[in-house]
């Protein structure tokens, strides 16, 4: 009986457990959802899990909105199968219309991105022919990567978990009531129906997980986005110049998040006190540089504005560090983090958030006494005041210091998550014999 176990402990020690990750976004695609795969894909390993990665062949002439990061080329933390974007078809008016008409009857079964669903399906499809995966998990938006996890399941029993970086209707209040039915009615249906056979749901925030609740019947799961402290490392962290105070913002103004209160307060400061206000600058870095432009125009603090355009990852993560305070927008929606906002934490400099969003932002920014959440024209001139006066007398001001209540936002803390999701799956699996 001894010798038994210990034959069945030996099998189950060399059995390696496997997981077929589907991304859309994945590296060199310098969007958030690549850092959350990512690391997923990164920090399995450490919990039991080898990971294969199936995602779009991203390059510099397929890539949009010029997400293309050269500095992420060859980051492959495990195996990577990447497959070709279909060229986009030419069509015609009536063709257009057509796929329109099409995509919204049968939502289930439209071609995303000129067929990128197929060719990741087909493609996922081998690799499971050849390789005896335990767990696939599928990230989304966009929905055809759920399409393609719920065929495989269907193909090969494969248990897996869906994943919800975002959901199509979690902020669609701004939107007229016709908008709101038809998403209601098309979306948010097809999002439930292609979940259907998930094992597992996974999702960033708690908000997300109270709507995922009330139209899924698979249990649905919390793994909050983050930060990696190895992005961080080797990052000279000393500003290379004390001749200005320099205000950071990296990123897009995603979610039509409106900086109209921080630049009146930016006005507000100037027409206060306009000799201290002149050693302020504004760094815009990335789509914001584009973004920022019509709110900017015809106001008296327009000068200290610098667009610095697109940059690498890495340079942006740089900036972050070396600046003297970062600006920061709370998603309009509640419950919800964006993942700009743990890199932020991480890199210690203090934070600005503006207008902040009386929710769940603002209590992890005072939680952490990461900075100050102003919520008017006035509070975002006086914060302003204080910073600049006391970096006048000392050179700098304070900076992070709660960061060991981070720790739970780490990467790897959050892989340990789903490792333990993932090992559930197999617990419930009967075996193959």
Known sequence: MEHGWKNL???????KKQVLILAHEFYPL???????????????????????????????????????????????????????????????????????LQNYIMPDYSL???????????????????KKFDAIFASSLPHYILWVGSRLHRDFGIPWVADHRDIIDHNIQSLPVVAQLKMR?????????????AAVITTVSDALAYRLKERNRSPVHVIMNGFDEDDFQGIDRVKKSNETFNI?????LF?????????????????????????????????????????IEGRISRKIMLLQGNVTHRSALEKICQADALYFMSHKAKGFFTGKLFEYLCSGRPILSVPG?????DKLINEVNAGVVAGSTEEVANQLNKWLSSWKLNGSIPSLSRKELLNQYSRKSQANKLANILDGLIHDKPENN
């Open 255 to 295: 979610g039509n998040r409106d900086p109209k209160v921080f630049l009146d307060g930016i006005d507000l400061f100037f027409e206060k006190l306009p000799d201290l206000a002149n050693n302020l600058r504004i760094e815009f870095y990335g789509k914001s540089s584009i973004e920022i432009c019509p709110y």
């Open 357 to 361: 969003d009386g929710d769940v932002t």
């Open 185 to 197: 009615l098309n979306s948010v249906k097809r999002e439930a129906r292609l979940t259907k056979n």
């Open 248 to 252: 950071v913002y990296a990123g897009s």
């Open 30 to 100: 310098n969007n958030g959802g690549t850092f959350r795969l990512g690391k997923f894909a990164k920090y399995l390993i450490n919990f039991g899990w080898e990971v294969v990665v199936v995602a779009p062949d991203w390059r510099k002439d397929n890539v949009y909105h010029g997400k293309f990061d050269s500095s992420m080329v060859g980051m492959d933390p495990c195996e990577v199968i990447r497959v070709t974007v279909p060229p986009l078809p030419e069509l015609s008016n009536f063709e257009k219309k057509l796929k329109k």
């Open 112 to 130: 995303h991105l000129g067929g990128l669903s197929e060719v990741i399906y087909k493609k996922s499809q081998e690799l499971c022919q050849e």
């Open 9 to 15: 402990k030996l099998l189950q020690i060399r059995k």
